[in-house]
């Protein structure tokens, strides 16, 4: 199989498995507990958050471990606009489901929602974000990176803008991190997800800085400042640890010449269409549609030829409505719908986007014969 779908979950990194096999050999222990077994998975624990804190540039007691970037990205905006009356927000309309989703929990408990124009690759301009701020403006919400497009935001102009204006920002950071040289400092809250860059799935964090308030969404213990109670999972935490840190050894730029390439060995067919810009992207995110073959149809049949791909957000498959990132840059319906996205990852080999492009080239070719077929028919 050749993984073209890493911005879905990459594969976990050696050095991620390493680190929780040491912890897991040294006996269970849960961090809460006052014995010898507790104190080493507390330590365990503190040792990953000051890692990933030192890696953000924040302090180790602004992160907060979650279950992921969902979970990070609800507790960043329900718990930030607790009393959703009256509230207005500032939302980027290709956001992750998993911001979407609260938007509309907020605007349905009576905040109103200003939404950002974006640009035809679905950049926003820090000048728009100024229009749209009210006297009540809560939340501006602006993900770092579109994890379908691959489209990389303006942050540190918009956190400028938002502390000048006085004004909560928070960054659904989860494709950008470890892809990109990031700095939380002056953005208010952070979601983060260590399976999209080689961690273990179920862990995740919110960055919180000094000063921010929250409203937790489950009580129940006073574990992570009390703003998600539970035992905390220090196995996975020193796996996201452990994964950050080797993200350092990453040869992005390879990887965006790949990228460039299999584009390259696609561009010709008739009716392509690239959605992702070539500069301010992802270095592995490719999004493609093709006229007249649905998004869905050409994820399938490239599955059943090897090669892993997706129509977009993993937390949206099997919805069948089109893309509403595509929706927002410009693409009518059937465009949207023809939407595939490529995501490569620092596995990926030159020989596998020369096989990629062809099964792509073969598999359109037949979808469109048949198509001319029925037709006839």
């Known amino acids: 199989m050749i993984n073209l779908d890493h911005n879905a979950t990459a594969p976990l990194r050696p050095q991620a498995r390493a680190a929780m096999d040491a912890l897991a050999a040294r006996g269970p222990g849960n961090p809460s507990s006052a014995h010898a077994a507790g104190r080493v998975a507390r330590a365990a624990l503190e040792q990953a958050r000051r890692a990933i804190a ?17 979970e990070s990205n ?19 309309p290709i956001e992750h489901s998993s911001v979407l989703g609260p938007v509309r929990e907020l605007a349905r408990r009576g905040a109103t929602v200003t939404w950002l124009p974006v640009d035809a690759v679905g950049r926003i ?24 497009i691959g489209t990389v935001q303006p942050i540190a102009a918009l956190a400028a803008l ?48 000094r000063g921010v308030a929250l409203r937790p969404l489950t009580w129940g213990g006073e574990q992570e400042r009390g703003l998600r109670p539970g035992s905390e999972n220090a196995l996975a935490a020193v796996g996201f640890a452990a994964a950050l840190a080797a993200t350092g050894g990453d040869d992005w730029a390879a990887c965006e010449s790949l990228r ?20 301010g992207c992802l270095p592995n995110t490719l999004n493609i549609g093709v006229e007249g073959v649905r998004g869905e149809a050409l994820v399938a049949a490239l599955d059943l030829e090897g090669v892993a791909v997706s129509v977009g957000s993993a937390c949206a498959a099997g919805s069948g409505e089109p893309s509403h990132v595509l929706r927002a840059i410009g693409c009518d319906a059937a465009a949207a ?29 037949r979808m469109r014969t048949v198509e001319a077929r029925t037709a006839v028919g």
Do not use: Y
């Open 54 to 70: 030192a890696a953000l540039g924040a302090r180790a007691r602004e992160v907060v471990f979650t279950s992921g970037g969902t």
């Open 74 to 92: 609800n507790l960043a905006l329900l718990g930030a606009v607790p009393d959703a009356a009256g509230a207005h927000l500032v939302v980027s």
């Open 125 to 148: 301009a820090p000048a728009a974000v100024a229009e749209a701020l009210r006297p009540e403006t809560a939340l501006v919400a602006v993900g770092w990176a579109n994890n379908e």
């Open 162 to 209: 938002c502390r000048a204006r006085g004004v909560r920002l928070h960054v659904d950071a989860a494709q950008a991190l470890g892809k990109l040289p990031l700095a939380v400092d002056g953005i208010d809250l952070c979601a983060l997800s260590a399976h999209k860059l080689g961690g273990p799935m179920g862990i995740g964090a919110l960055v919180v800085r």
């Open 260 to 279: 460039e390439a299999l584009w390259e060995r696609v561009a010709d067919l008739a009716g392509v269409r690239r959605h992702s810009p070539r500069d």
């Open 337 to 365: 719908a023809a939407g595939v996205r490529f995501s490569l990852g620092r596995e990926t080999t030159a020989a596998e986007i020369e096989r990629a492009a062809a099964v792509v080239r073969g598999v359109v070719a």
